[in-house]
Nanobody, 126 residues
Framework: QVQLVESGGGSVEIGGSLILSCVVSVLTVNRYCMAWFRQALVKDREWVATIDDNCATRYGGSVKGRFTISKDSAAHTLYLQMDAVNPEDTAMYYC????????????????????WGQGTQVTVSS
């Protein structure tokens, strides 16, 4: 099973930027559908962004235009560049992986991902 370890979380001011990283324990990260989800206190887990094996990306409506998902195959790492953050971005952020099949159809659903990291906390403050 794929193991995922997130890092890069912390405190950031409104309007600022942060980069989250997720190291993946497989040599062929390009063969997976990868995603970021987030969960704020007393809220359900929310899909943030997905990148497929061909580097096609999709974003949730609340982050589109502000966040960028990318990956570095040589470094076995998934990234989430967060720009123009606001208090609603405060949450625990999780990276997730599933097989590359049907990434477009299922890559935004929590139930479709079997491998998860432990999460990294992002707090946006004024």
């Amino acid at each position: 099973q794929v193991q995922l370890v997130e890092s890069g979380g912390g405190s950031v001011e409104i309007g600022g930027s942060l980069i989250l990283s997720c190291v993946v324990s497989v040599l062929t990260v390009n063969r997976y559908c990868m995603a970021w989800f987030r969960q704020a206190l007393v809220k359900d887990r929310e899909w943030v962004a997905t990148i497929d094996d061909n580097c096609a990306t999709r974003y949730g409506g609340s982050v589109k235009g502000r966040f960028t998902i990318s990956k570095d195959s040589a470094a076995h790492t998934l990234y989430l560049q967060m720009d123009a953050v606001n208090p609603e971005d405060t949450a625990m952020y999780y990276c997730a992986a599933r097989s590359r099949d049907f990434c477009h159809e299922y890559g935004l659903y929590e139930f479709a991902f079997r491998s998860w990291g432990q999460g990294t906390q992002v707090t946006v403050s004024s």
